[in-house]
């Protein structure tokens, strides 16, 4: 490691952020933790999504907060290479691994239909990070591409379902924003270990992986991992203001994603310390939402879905 990325720069990066060497007293609570499905591994139910910090944060100060997360008792990495939108994440997050990759679930994802393809960008994110093998490798961004060849001799499912042979990886994923029926398609022919999708009380009303997609996956023991949980990041906003989703319906989004039957854990996205802290605190004190919460959070997100409209792309 470069001496401008030893253990000392990366403390000196901490405390510019305001971050401590030592664990505060928050960390000894622990976070909520349930099994990721059929994998059997228990998660935290706050992932770290990493793409803010990949794009916002120097390298240094960027595995400053992933040590913190760490410390606070979020294991669950969340990262994908610079052309997919996240920046310089995962080498910020290969300063991490270089000594706590025991203590990390490292995801990552591929987001090419061909196989051969989508194996050379896996062999260069596990370089960036710095491992010889990714907990989760998803394929990203399912709703993008053309299914029959991601499901084809050559595509990038069976390419991963051989790097999962080969130690690569211990799980392969599907992930993405929209097109429904696309991962549908996948789920009835097909047997992967986790699904993340953009689930939230707005997002529930333009594009339904809720009821659509999740129910499916569900009979399957699929692990279910939400993301956009407050409906995406807006990229030249810092900070909790970040998102398209109103500051005051934050708490009740994480709430919902939570509470929805099969959900392992909720990925966020996060660059600044207010936002780690703020939604720890949230997911430490989950209380599942009740009927009534339901019913009054669908109505606003039915209002909130009329102006969001399909955001992600195409339903269907």
Known sequence: MPPMFDRRALLAAGA??????????????????????????????????????????????????????????????????????????????????????????????????????????LEKNLKELRTDHADLVHIHSLGDMDTARVMGKNGVLQALLRAKQKGLTRFVGISGHHRPASFLKILADHDIDVLMNAVNFVDRHTYGFEDRVWSAARRKGIGLVAMKVYGGMIYDKPGMSNSKMPKEYLNSALRYALSLPGASLAVLGMSTREELRQNLKWAREFVPLSQDEQRALSAVGKKLAAGWGAHYGPVA
């Open 16 to 121: 510019a952020l305001g971050l401590s060497e030592e664990p505060s007293d928050a960390a000894l609570q622990s976070l909520p933790r349930r099994k990721l499905g059929r994998t059997g591994v228990e998660v935290p139910i706050l992932g770290f999504g990493t793409a803010p910090t990949g794009i916002r944060r120097s390298q240094e100060i960027g595995a400053a907060l992933y040590h913190e997360a760490l410390d606070q008792g979020i294991t669950y990495f969340d990262t994908a290479p610079t052309h997919t939108g996240y920046g310089r994440a995962q080498k910020q997050l290969g300063l991490v691994t270089k000594t706590r990759r025991k203590e990390m679930f490292l995801v990552t994802k591929c987001h090419e239909a061909d196989g051969e393809a989508a194996l050379r960008m």
